[in-house]
């Protein structure tokens, strides 16, 4: 129930704020693991353990 109301919230624009969750601005995000994991590009799956996203125009906002 928890992770549904949290995928609405960020649904609807009111993500920030919310209980376990974290939002900050970054021009670069990032993501490692000890594992392979999926990561879906423009149709295409392809598997890493490290991948890092540079968004134009230059403000991505990450939310966990």
Avoid: M, Q
Avoid at 27 to 56: C, P, Q, R
């Amino acid at each position: 129930i928890e992770r549904i109301k949290i995928l609405v919230s960020l649904k609807n624009h009111r993500f920030r704020g919310l209980p376990k969750t974290h939002c900050w601005k970054a021009s670069t995000l990032t993501v490692s693991s000890d594992e392979i994991f999926a990561l879906e590009i423009d149709g295409e799956v392809v598997y890493s353990n490290h991948v890092t996203f540079k968004v134009l125009p230059k403000i991505v906002r990450y939310c966990k």
